[in-house]
């Protein structure tokens, strides 16, 4: 079974610059997140899909991040503008039913973004 | 205020021993309790889930306890190997039919051989 795919891995953007990171979720996994983990931190969420709508975008900085779900399946998040305190990895997660229920998620590698 | 706590410092244990980590948390009701493994440059990989009405879970030589009285969860590894190190994190759902997941900072497990 294929994993959650994320990319790009790595990248380096000035502040005020834009950003965006794609997630492609384990087939067949109905709700997708958003995370974003500083260093030393656990993961924070930012937004959590089910299908193509949004069940809890409230610590998502709607002011500069915004994230859509096409069809139901991948995913983008983008940051306009970034700035510097937006250094993180940035982590899409899916999980079969919602965790409310006690699913497992499943984790991407990631996408490292370091903002100067 | 909410709070999850993990051991901030590093957990440092000799192969073959046990290692027991904590995580401790306040103004939670979680339904359930998960801990995952994060490896450096990698996403978290999922381990165990222990329900609220649980007191312990097992897997191979994982051991999960969950005490809501005194709203802590102690997670254990037997015969610890190096290929064990890694950062542990727990994470609380508190089933609310919103909230995803939410992750403590993590413990560093580092088993020396």
């Known amino acids: 079974e294929a994993g959650v795919a994320q990319s790009p891995r790595y990248k380096i953007i000035e502040k005020r610059q834009s950003v965006a990171f794609w997630c492609n979720p384990i087939?067949?996994?109905?709700?997708l997140y958003w995370y974003q983990q500083i260093l030393g931190q656990g993961p924070k969420l930012l937004i959590q899909?089910?299908?193509?709508?949004?069940?809890?975008d409230s610590q998502l900085p709607k002011d500069r991040f915004s994230a859509e779900r096409l069809k139901g399946v991948d995913s983008t998040l983008k940051i306009q503008p970034a700035k510097l305190e937006d250094s993180a990895v940035y982590l899409c997660?899916?999980?079969?039913?919602?965790?409310?229920?006690?699913?497992?998620?499943?984790f991407g590698p990631g996408t490292r973004l370091t903002v100067l | 205020s909410q709070k999850i706590e993990q051991n901030s410092e590093a957990l440092n244990i000799q192969e073959g021993k046990t290692a027991t980590l904590t995580c401790n948390y306040t103004?939670?009701?979680?339904?359930?309790l998960q801990w995952y493994r994060q490896d450096p440059g990698r996403g978290p990989v999922f381990l165990l889930l222990?329900?609220?009405?649980?007191k312990e879970k097992r897997k191979e030589r994982l051991k999960v306890t969950f005490d809501t009285t005194l709203k802590q969860s102690l997670f254990h590894i037997t015969a610890s190997q190096p290929a064990d190190s890694a950062t542990y994190l727990c994470?609380?759902?508190?089933?609310?039919?919103?909230?995803?997941?939410?992750f403590g900072s993590g413990t560093r497990l580092q088993v020396q051989p």
């Open positions: 997660a899916s999980s079969l039913i919602r965790t409310s229920g006690g699913g497992e998620q499943f």
């Open positions: 087939s067949g996994h109905a709700t």
């Open positions: 899909f089910q299908n193509n709508g949004v069940v809890d």
């Open positions: 103004n939670y009701s979680p339904a359930y």
């Open positions: 222990i329900r609220e009405n649980e």
């Open positions: 994470a609380l759902d508190e089933d609310t039919g919103r909230r995803a997941l939410t």
